[in-house]
């Protein structure tokens, strides 16, 4: 058999970010538009500030913002959309409501129109509102009955304590008990152009894009105020969290550990430590715990950006048998990467696979948008993202070295499995203390 040698990696090619351009109108609504004619589409996203609240209310407003105004119903809406070639839909995390949406460029001056009503004449129907809530309820259910999602909301409740991040899926019973007058008035509450960034990309010119978003959405009401998250705590080690599912043929293994937010100087250099450790498919975690030992299919870290903080979280699914094992794997995998700097050819890897992300990220009209959606709703613009390129291409393995010493030593995580304890308890306090918790009822 002939044996091929690889080539080489090819040299890093400089990020070139396209022109925004932007203006904030006299509503405290700032609007951004990005020529990207590639497609005769436009792509659109708004994001608002949304911050913490009752949360059920808050999941609920999105999912029936689009159920129809005071002057259309959610079938007209969406036969309007259809017409330009288009649709609409909205969505909530911990930080804000986002509402996304494309149409045919020719069709922006009727999308930005329809926008406009549901922001300012949204009329949560009693019939909608109660098929939604139903749905809803349905959805959490099944969420509840899944091993993943469980492991992520103890994760959250041991990373956050009494922050809001701590709690971001609601209970049925909260949901049936939301009332349409309820949404109406968290709507008058919360659903203000103050603060919120309005991002426009396609086949378009950007100063009569701008000027379209300003004709449809000038006259939305400015009373309202950004409410304000306080900053996330600290990540408190302690004893692993060991959350008892009897019966349960596999482990949900999660563990969390400090990160910095975009704009920190270490943020390039752990980024590439994150990806050699176990953020894509050629790092060492994954190489470890999947390809040689079969002890899991999907093993993922990443670092999570929130408003309030961020956080590197660590994911895996293992076999009962041998949760013990791939967690003294992943400590293993950890401890290396803090101790010892990475190998050249393997930060180069990294490297190469963090900067082609970027490229690949923003090369159709959709991802620009979703990635320029991200960075503005964080107060940052493109330029930025060329910064970052270019930090991610100058970090030595000192630096990466030091990123990993600083922020992935194991002693420094938060670690919550979800698993049948009793088959799993022995394993897993040969190496480390537990503290056992029963699944919510």
Known sequence: MTVRTLPALGPNRKLKVPTEVERTLPNGLTVIAIRRPAVPLVELRLWLPFGPGHLARSVMLSQTLLAGTDTMSSVEIAAELQAVGGGLSAGLDPDRLMVAGNSLATGLDRILELLAGVLTGAAYPDDEVEIERDRLVDHIQVAQSQPAHLAREALLKRMYGTHPYAVQTPEPEQV????????????????????????????????????????????????????????????????????????????????????????????AALQLANLVFGGYFSSRWVEN?????????????????????????????????????????????????????????????????????????????????????????????????????????????????????????????????????????????????????????
């Open 176 to 267: 049936r008990a939301v009332r349409p007058a309820d949404l109406r008035k968290l709507h008058a509450e919360r659903v203000h152009p103050n603060g919120a960034v309005l991002l426009l990309v396609g086949d378009l010119n950007p100063e009569r894009a701008i000027d379209a978003a300003e004709q449809a959405l000038g006259g939305w009401d400015s009373t309202g105020r950004p409410t304000e998250l306080p900053p996330t705590p600290p990540l408190t080690p302690g004893p692993l969290l060991l959350v008892d599912r009897p019966g349960s043929v596999q482990s949900s293994m999660r563990l969390a550990l400090p990160a910095v937010p975009r704009t920190h100087p270490d943020h």
């Open 289 to 441: 715990i999947r390809e040689d030992k079969g002890y899991t299919y999907g093993p993922h870290s990443m670092v999570e950006h929130s408003v309030a903080g961020s956080a590197l979280v660590i994911a895996a699914e293992v076999a009962t048998e041998v949760t013990g094992p791939a967690l003294l794997e992943t400590t293993y995998e950890l401890g290396r990467l803090a101790s010892l700097p990475p190998k050249e050819d393997e930060l180069e890897q990294a490297r190469q696979y963090a900067l082609g992300t970027l490229q690949l990220g923003m090369s159709t009209q959709a991802g620009l948008a979703a990635v320029a959606s991200a960075y503005a709703g964080v107060g940052l613009r493109l330029d930025f993202l060329a910064k970052h390129a270019e930090r991610l291409a100058k970090a030595t393995r000192d630096d990466v070295a030091r990123a990993a010493a600083t922020y992935l030593a194991p002693a420094r995580a938060v670690t919550v499995v979800l698993g049948d304890a009793e088959r799993i308890e022995p394993s897993l306090a040969v190496l480390t203390p537990i503290e056992r918790a029963a699944l919510p009822s």
